[in-house]
């Protein structure tokens, strides 16, 4: 009997550190990413956290992870905010991928394609532009695009008025 309740007891203390154990780290991939009290992209904000940030994955449901920050709240985040690697740190100036956030999409850019849209044309660029013969209104023109900035409530709200990611049905 007293060894029918030890392995009893032994059993109970297993499974309830196999949770901890399975517990992984997760790094958040983009600025103020929020944690949700429920799995809902509307539901109150709990934290918001920046890029880097690190959190514990306590358990997964469809596109949302349940989450437990380094402040020790519990909620839930949308998994395309999350990454299970940490990411590079931004250079001075550099703003990062624009659509980091956007997991799943067929559109890439990587540091180096946001970092040179912030300078305009690059190099090999310009040279292949005046080589062209590519009229200097044009070339204007292209560094005023490229110069254009998207804010973090200007990407939010595309992604809340076209059901993209978090908001996605």
């Avoid at 949308?78 to 931004?90: F, M, N, V, W």
């Avoid at 990587?110 to 070339?139: H, M, V």
């Avoid at 998207?150 to 908001?167: A, P, Q, S």
Wanted: glycine residues 6%; hydrophobic residues 40%.
């Amino acid at each position: 009997m007293i060894r029918y309740v030890a392995c009893w007891c032994i059993a109970a203390l297993v499974g309830m550190a196999l949770p901890a154990l399975a517990q992984q780290t997760f790094w958040v991939t983009s600025e103020m990413s929020k944690v949700h009290a429920e799995k809902r992209a509307t539901s109150k904000t709990l934290e918001e956290l920046a890029r880097g940030a690190e959190v514990r994955v306590l358990d997964r449901s469809d596109r949302w992870y349940r989450v437990r920050t380094a402040a020790g709240k519990e909620g839930w985040m949308y998994r395309g905010r999350l990454s299970d690697t940490k990411p590079a740190e931004a250079a001075p100036g550099e703003v990062g991928n624009l659509l980091s956030s956007l997991t799943g999409s067929q559109i890439t850019a990587d540091k180096a394609d946001t970092a040179r849209s912030i300078r305009g044309l690059s190099k090999e660029t310009e040279e292949y532009a005046q080589l062209r013969e590519t009229p200097e209104k044009y070339r204007e023109a292209l560094d005023r695009v490229l110069a254009r900035a998207v804010t973090e409530n200007e990407l939010e709200t595309l992604l809340r008025e076209g059901k993209i990611g978090e908001y996605a049905p």
